[in-house]
């Protein structure tokens, strides 16, 4: 396990959310071309987005030259409430920006492990060669989060999926945790192709895991680590006791 380059405390979830727009600010300013940000699902994104839609932050992106892919997806129907494209869609992307950048896991597959064959064609596509090179990233940023029992995107602690390394994506069985349905996860090769990687962490629910993972566990979250910079943002409602941020 590698340990994060910079770990950074918020005072609150809205803070949060407003250091990790900055974040993806920073990254944009950083590339005068073509941008690529992967975004991440469940709920602790949902306030970024909200502000990534605001006039404050939403007037400053060149929209026509971002674009946006999903570290994973539930294998659900497109316009799913459970689908995390759709509620990035729903909160700011439809809003924003063009269609042909928007890349959403094809969840109209006939199962998880034909929509992650189409993703993955889908990102060499954009990416413009079959295999990753160190140096010149995939993404961007990578955004992502920490489950409960410290899997990130859909890479789930004892699941063959967190040992791939020529994939960049793979079908995944059920779930075991809510909601309990397959996923479509990038791997960590794919994931850490990026100049920045931009964990989430918010909330007393999540303050246990954190611990663990700044412990140094072995757990996926602590198995995802950028070619470039790994920054860990928290929150003080998360924030473990004897660590401190800076």
């Not at 006939?110 to 079959?130: M, T, V």
Request: charged share 20%; with cysteine; aromatic share 6%.
């Amino acid at each position: 396990m590698v340990k994060p380059d910079k770990v950074i405390v918020a005072a609150d979830a809205a803070a949060l959310a407003k250091a990790a727009a900055d974040r993806v600010m920073m990254r944009i300013a950083e590339n005068n071309g073509r941008i690529a940000i992967c975004l991440t699902g469940g709920s602790s994104p949902r306030r970024l987005y909200e502000l990534l839609a605001s006039d404050t932050y939403a007037a400053k992106i060149p929209w026509r030259r971002v674009h946006w892919f999903i570290g994973d997806e539930r294998f659900v129907p497109p316009g799913s409430p459970l689908n995390n494209m759709a509620t990035a869609r729903k909160i700011f992307l439809d809003r924003f920006a063009p269609s042909s950048h928007i890349h959403p896991i094809p969840t109209d597959a006939s199962n998880p492990n034909e929509a992650a064959a189409r993703y993955e064609h889908e990102l060499k596509a954009f990416h413009g060669a079959a295999s990753l090179d160190p140096g010149r990233p995939l993404f961007d940023l990578v955004l992502m989060g920490v489950g409960p029992d410290g899997h990130t995107a859909s890479l789930f602690p004892g699941d063959p999926a967190v040992h791939e390394t020529q994939r960049w994506v793979v079908g995944v069985g059920q779930a075991p945790v809510e909601p309990f349905v397959p996923r479509v996860t990038l791997t960590l090769p794919a994931l850490a192709s990026c100049r920045e990687m931009l964990f989430e962490v918010a909330g007393n629910e999540k303050r246990a895991i954190l611990t663990r993972l700044l412990g140094g566990e072995s757990l996926p979250a602590n198995l995802a680590r950028s070619s470039g910079e790994t920054i860990f943002l928290f929150d003080r409602a998360a924030h473990p006791e004897n660590i401190h941020g800076r």
